[in-house]
């Protein structure tokens, strides 16, 4: 059995201990392929990461379809590579690499939730939240640095907590590389040496957490597939582009049951929607989760214009009285 990965420097802070032992309860007995105070790599089996694979890749493949109907797209993995540039101008993709799932492409958006929500039932988490997030960030970033992109208040290239950005300090944070190079376009994770409660909060820009991302232990990691990154909210994290190649990602927060002093499971701050483990874990089988939004409506909408969001519904093919 290989050995763990673990850091040997103590926490200097009050409560950094009890966040660890949280995080350790919450993996529980889930494989661990690397253990730090804030940050537990939880290893995925062989199949459970080929499915997630290809439903990273059926997703990708029919948004590039669905928004590029004139072209032919071939589904493997070489789809990242020569597919680049349709992907990078795919109109369902955000400034931040978030690819929607919109009225042409939520249907194959739903094997993802299937197949996450199986491998976290799987690993025994599940019951350790009490309300997960819907949907999930399947983020596809480019490893070239971009100096505009880059300095935004909230880009993900500024060592950073979500808890800067609106999320609860309950909320545990899931990264999980998919498809493409995570090498390429890293993700580091940092224990800070203190995290003073005056910045606990959001903050309107990244850099004002200065004082805590100034002074942060690295976790020695490496971002690679097939493994779940699981962190405390009051850990740290950092996109980092090394070189042009594409790396698509998941990720998503989960809000622990146990509550520790000074916590609550409030998420009104959150621009994220939060559900309670049964009501996610029935997404993708029996809740579809959907939307009547056209691919580009996202950018469409910034842009000031009114977009028509048109009604779904779902047609029960073994109800033979209807
Ligand atoms: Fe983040």
């Given at each position: 059995m290989p050995q763990l990965d673990r850091t040997v420097t103590a926490p200097t802070w009050t409560d950094c201990h009890a966040r660890g032992e949280r995080l350790a309860r919450i993996v529980g007995e889930a494989k661990l392929a690397a253990s730090f105070p804030l940050l537990q790599v939880v290893r995925m089996s062989d199949a459970q990461f080929a499915r997630l694979e290809a439903a990273a890749l059926a997703y990708l493949w029919h948004s590039l379809s669905a928004a590029f109907p004139e072209r032919s797209f071939g589904l493997d993995r070489r789809l990242l590579v020569e597919y680049r540039d349709a992907l990078l101008d795919l109109p369902n993709r955000t400034p931040n690499g978030v690819i929607l799932p919109r009225r042409e492409t939520f249907l194959s958006f739903n094997m993802i939730h299937q197949v996450l929500a199986n491998v976290i039932q799987g690993a025994g988490m599940l019951s350790a939240f009490s309300h997960l997030q819907i949907p999930c960030n399947v983020r596809l970033v480019e490893g070239t640095p971009d100096r505009d992109t880059?300095?935004?208040?909230?880009?993900?290239?500024?060592?950073?907590?979500?808890?800067w950005n609106?999320?609860?300090?309950?909320?545990?944070?899931?990264?999980?590389?998919?498809?493409?190079?995570?090498?390429?376009?890293?993700?580091?994770?940092?224990?800070?040496?203190?995290?003073?409660?005056?910045l606990r909060v959001a903050l309107s820009d990244y850099k004002l957490g200065e004082p805590v991302a100034s002074s942060v232990e690295e976790y020695p990691v490496a971002f690679q597939m097939k493994h779940l990154y699981i962190s405390d909210a009051?850990?740290?994290?950092?996109?980092?582009?090394?070189?042009p190649a594409l790396r698509l990602s998941l990720d998503f927060r989960a809000i622990a049951r146990e509550m520790l002093p000074g916590e609550s499971a409030d998420c009104s701050g959150s621009r994220a929607t939060y559900i309670t483990p049964d009501a996610w874990s029935a997404c993708g089988l029996t809740t579809i989760l959907g939307s009547g939004e056209p691919p580009d409506g996202f950018h469409r909408r910034r842009a000031g214009e009114a977009v028509i969001r048109e009604a779904l519904s779902i047609r029960d093919v073994d109800d033979l009285s209807a």
């Open positions: 880059d300095s935004r208040s909230y880009s993900s290239t500024k060592i950073h907590t979500d808890v609106g999320e609860p300090i309950s909320s545990i944070l899931f990264n999980i590389p998919v498809l493409g190079d995570p090498a390429a376009v890293d993700l580091r994770f940092y224990e800070p040496r203190n995290f003073p409660s005056e009051l850990s740290l994290h950092q996109t980092v582009k090394r070189r």
